[in-house]
């Protein structure tokens, strides 16, 4: 049947998010009882209840109510413009008699979703060929449905949106990461510079295994400091900044977690907009961009540039969502998103030593709505940067293919 084939697509899609989570809750029509095990969920799943509710804002209302700001709702409705072909298979027998009564447009959708309070996290569409034929159907279905012009022609629209509910009351703490190699020059100018959250907040320094004298220039501000900041001293286990971002995750305490490159390119007050984002509901994952503002003259290298600019663009096409700078070093996401990602991380596995996409992947796999803090770029005053261009380049090429499969060409 037309309809079993199509659910085994739609199970496989949808096990990139809800896998390993076990509180999902899939409303089948008519919607009666909602939640009889009086669950908070992580995932709502209406699949096609859209083109038969008799008023679909009714409904969402409801599912909204037994939501929290962290529930996924995924939708999936039909194309109109595959309209036609599914009467058309009803009346063959092709599939089941369930006469769809609503036809719904993407920006119905939308609308509707506006004036229940959800905000659309991430839009899908898949499969462009219903049927199985060995081959042919993988080859339509999972290498041609994601691309740009050929989705135009997809039979089924997916919706990803979250609730909107305030949750200022719930994260005020922070801990700041900083990982620091070969930044000696650095150090107690993050120490002095960097805003004042709230009255417990953290400053974590992962010393990566430096030549110069930063382990003991930590130390020394540390207890120049000790009375007005608390800052916790640890040197990372392995290699990389990603390692050092994991070891700093793994010993902070508190609700909001943020990430702060060493050489001081981002300026520490810039942290204020990252906070008052997370805290305020703008977003869930917020990612710095310092591709927006002019950059000071020896910022960054061209070629750099139109790395950032190529990868920006094609991790936006992975993941669904507008990123304009993926390699921006500030990024900052809520403790308990945190360990929901680290949770899951064996999707992707330990593969990035930069620590910036483990945590873009981690938070599009858990449906984080991502949203981007404009900042000013300066140039370096102390120290050398650690990126070696072409050879990091090539390991973000592997990562870019790596995702690909992963993630869109599921």
Aim: include cysteine; glycine fraction near 6%.
């Amino acid at each position: 049947m037309l309809k079993n084939y199509l659910h085994r697509l739609l199970r496989k899609y949808l096990s990139f998010y809800i896998k390993g989570s076990e509180k999902v809750l899939q409303i089948n029509f008519p919607a009666e009882n909602l939640n009889e095990n009086k669950i908070t969920p992580d995932f709502v799943i209406l699949n096609g209840n859209i083109h038969y509710e008799k008023d679909i804002q009714k409904h969402l209302a409801e599912v909204y109510a037994l939501a929290s700001s962290e529930t996924r709702l995924i939708i999936f409705y039909y194309s109109n413009l595959w309209k036609p072909l599914i009467k058309l298979s009803t009346l063959l027998g092709l599939r089941n008699k369930t006469p769809e009564e609503n036809w719904v447009s993407h920006e119905d959708i939308e609308n509707l979703l506006i004036l229940t309070d959800y905000e659309i996290v991430r839009k899908d569409r898949k499969i462009i060929f219903p049927l199985y034929i060995p081959l042919i159907s993988s080859f339509f279905n999972r290498l041609l449905a994601p691309l740009p012009f050929f989705r135009i022609f997809a039979l089924v629209n997916i919706v990803i949106a979250r609730p909107i509910k305030n949750n200022a009351e719930k994260l005020k703490t922070v801990s700041v990461i900083v990982p620091a190699r070969n930044e000696e020059g650095n150090i107690e100018e993050i120490v002095k510079n960097l805003p004042k959250f709230s009255d417990d907040d953290e400053l974590i320094f992962i010393e990566g295994n430096s030549t110069d004298n930063t382990r003991d220039k930590i130390r020394e501000v540390a207890e120049k400091y000790k009375k007005e900041k608390n800052i916790i001293i640890a040197s990372q286990d392995g290699k990389g900044k990603g390692d050092a971002i994991r070891k700093g995750f793994s010993l902070s305490t508190k609700d909001i977690l943020m990430v702060y490159d060493a050489d001081m390119t981002v300026p520490p007050d810039s942290l204020t907009k990252f906070y008052n984002a997370i805290i305020n509901n703008k977003g869930e994952f917020i990612n710095g961009s310092r591709l927006v503002y002019p950059l000071e003259k020896q910022a960054m290298r061209f070629f750099n540039m139109i790395g950032n600019k190529f990868f920006a663009l094609s991790f936006s096409f992975l993941i669904g969502q507008r990123f304009k700078d993926t390699l921006c070093g500030t990024k900052v996401i809520s403790r308990n998103n945190y360990l929901k990602l680290s949770a899951n991380r064996g999707y992707f596995g330990n593969f990035d030593p930069f620590g910036d996409f483990d945590l873009i992947f981690g938070a599009a796999k858990l449906g984080l709505k991502i949203v981007e803090i404009p900042i000013r770029y300066k140039e370096r005053v102390y120290g050398t940067t650690n990126i070696q261009r072409w050879k990091h380049g090539m390991i973000l090429f592997g990562m870019l293919f790596f995702a690909m499969r992963k993630i869109k060409f599921l």
